[in-house]
């Protein structure tokens, strides 16, 4: 990756870790997950509210490193307005650029987090808040917890 695209995709993260996007409680939410990484005590909860099948509004709230509460706000801006297999789909798109750092051909906020494969314990860091809004998605009531796994 070259030098500019590398700053570029450092800004993406500093900005949606300073300035996050969609945080804070959703008081109309009728969806609500949480999540955490017992290994760093990241924690975040996301908060959905679910119109037909698609995502109509998602906030999140919580507290950890810059890689989680940034992922977190980059998430929501993207889940929201799709459908739960829309986001599964953006998770495992995302899932497999932090996990292999291969960023996709276009330039995405999403490769943004592709240096976080460098970094193996990161990578929980990063999917903390997709998993949270994943199991929101299904309705699933037990927290989402990173341990045992690969992201």
Not at 62 to 70: E, L, N, P, R, T
Not at 79 to 90: I, Q
Request: net charge negative; with cysteine.
């Amino acid at each position: 990756m070259s030098g500019d695209l590398s700053e570029l995709y450092q800004q993406v993260i500093l900005d949606h870790n300073k300035r996050p996007r969609n945080r804070g409680r959703l008081p109309t939410a009728n969806r609500v997950a949480h999540g955490e990484n017992p290994t760093c005590g990241d924690q975040c909860s996301v908060y959905l509210r679910i119109e037909g099948d698609r995502v109509a509004e998602i906030s999140f709230d919580g507290a950890g490193c810059a890689i989680s509460q940034a992922s977190a706000s980059l998430m929501t801006t993207l889940v929201k307005g799709h459908t739960a297999d829309e986001a599964r789909s953006m998770y495992d798109e995302f899932k497999r650029i932090v996990t292999t750092g291969e960023a996709p051909e276009e330039i995405s906020d999403l490769a943004a987090f592709a240096g976080v494969h460098a970094f193996p314990a990161r990578i929980k860091c990063a999917t903390l808040g997709w998993h949270a809004a994943l199991n929101a998605l299904k309705g699933e009531v037990a927290p989402a917890s990173t341990e045992g796994a690969a992201g």
